[in-house]
């Protein structure tokens, strides 16, 4: 079974930038459509990108759009998350995520069978 570790969260100055980065170990990454999803503290869980198993499809939350890029290194088993334009309320932990091909998962946490254990990302102003 897929296994993901995220690294990468730090705080950062409102406008600046972070590099989210998850690597995948056992399972087949190739396999699976990875996610970024962000949880702020006292609030759901929210998708924010997914890219395909190949990196030729993705999709963002609105929220994100032109500022976030997701991407992947399928010989290095891992997803990234680019992060520039931070804002206050990007703060909150992340959490990379993976579903097998075939399940077509989007933005809703129902669609990922397997869960990393997150990483912090502060912006202040």
């Known amino acids: 079974q897929i296994q993901l570790a995220e690294s990468g969260g730090a705080s950062v100055q409102a406008g600046g930038s972070l590099r989210l980065a998850c690597v995948a170990s056992?399972?087949?990454?190739?396999?699976?459509?990875m996610a970024w999803f962000h949880q702020a503290q006292g609030k759901e869980r929210e998708g924010v990108a997914w890219?395909?198993?190949?990196?030729?499809?993705?999709q963002y939350a609105d929220s994100v759009k032109g500022r976030f890029t997701i991407s992947r290194d399928n010989a290095k088993n891992t997803v990234y998350l680019e992060m520039n334009d931070q804002k206050s309320e990007d703060t909150g932990m992340y959490y990379c995520?993976?579903?097998?091909?075939?399940?077509?998962?989007?933005?809703?946490?129902?669609?990922?069978?397997?869960w990393g254990q997150g990483t912090q990302v502060i912006v202040s102003s």
């Open positions: 995520a993976a579903s097998l091909w075939l399940n077509n998962a989007g933005l809703s946490m129902a669609g990922y069978e397997h």
């Open positions: 890219i395909s198993t190949g990196g030729n499809s993705e």
């Open positions: 056992r399972g087949n990454f190739l396999s699976y459509r």
